[in-house]
Structures are given as C-alpha cells and as structure tokens.
C-alpha cells in the first residue's frame, strides 16, 4: 500500500463564499469491511460531479481520538465544511471512522463495563482500519496511491499504517 501525505496550503482553505459558485459535489456514505469479522467501517466520499480522477487529487481523511470523521471533517460552518471545501477546488475527498467511531461498527467490548477489557482500540488496530480504507479507495479509483491526512491521533495512525 503506498500513502503519500498531504500538505494543503492555506489558499485551499480561503473563501467558503467560494462553494456557493463552485462545482455541485457528488457525496456517497458506504460501509466496508475492515477484513475482521462483523466490523464494518463507515466511508463517505465527496467530489465534484463528472470529474475525473488522478492519484494526485485523490485525499482520505483520518480522524482523532475524541471524535469521529464526520464531525472533525464534514461538519458544515457557515454552510461549508472542510470536506467540501477541498472537494469543491477538484479533490476526490474521504474520510473513515475506524472502528467504535461514529457510523462504524462498536467492538462487543464497548457494551461491557470499562474494567472488564483493556483499551480497545489501539493505534495498531486503527491503522489496520484505515488500510482497510485505502485499499477500498486504491480498488475503486483503479490509482496505486494516495493522499493521506490525520488529526491528532489520526497522525500517529498514519504514521503506524506507513511503517
């Protein structure tokens, strides 16, 4: 699996009055597998309608350990998230939730008292997680690589996933 980090400069991020005029975006919510039984992984996808993809706009966000993708990503303020954001200046955008985040599958330990188990998800199963993710992404887009952004824990996962 090959990832390359991204680095968006600030401009990316200039102007939200900017989405109201630009492209109409195409999002889809999907679950995959994870390659463990009965966990699945929540996925969503925005890019600009008709437009074709190159390995070089293709992004997939990674989210920290307080909160889900959808809230640190694709959370609208003012109308306008950062997911769209990106995806309106021409990026094939995704984020995923690993595993007992947002829309994703609760491990059976998280119903059971916290005493009972020791932390469940570490930052070597939330990597497996997101190579899960990429390779979903890698099949779907026929690419052989692409850009990877974490926050917060989402960096250390990152980083585990490149190792």
């Known amino acids: 699996m090959q990832i390359s980090l991204a680095c968006l400069v600030a401009s ?3 102007s939200a ?24 992984l929540f996925v969503r996808n925005k890019h600009p309608t008709g437009k074709e ?23 609208p303020i003012e109308g306008v998230s950062m997911m769209d954001l990106i995806a309106a200046r021409g990026y094939d ?18 119903s059971q008292p916290p005493a009972a188990n020791k932390p469940i998800i570490s930052t070597k199963v939330a990597a497996h997680d997101l190579g899960a993710a990429v390779d979903y992404i890698l099949r779907k887009r026929k690419v052989s690589k692409i850009n990877v952004m974490g926050w917060s824990w989402g960096t250390s996962i990152v980083h585990q996933r490149a190792q």
Not at 53 to 75: C, K, M, Q, R
Not at 93 to 110: F, H, I, N, Q
Request: proline share 6%.
């Open 93 to 110: 955008v995704y984020l995923v939730d690993v595993r007992g985040y947002g829309r994703s599958t609760r491990p059976a330990e998280m």
């Open 17 to 40: 009055g900017a989405q109201a005029k630009g492209p109409r975006l195409e999002t889809t919510d999907t679950m995959i597998p994870s390659g463990d039984a009965a966990i699945q």
């Open 53 to 75: 993809t190159s390995t070089d706009n293709i992004l997939l966000f990674v989210h920290g350990a307080t909160y889900p993708a959808e809230t640190a990503f694709d959370l």
């Open 12 to 14: 990316t991020f200039a």
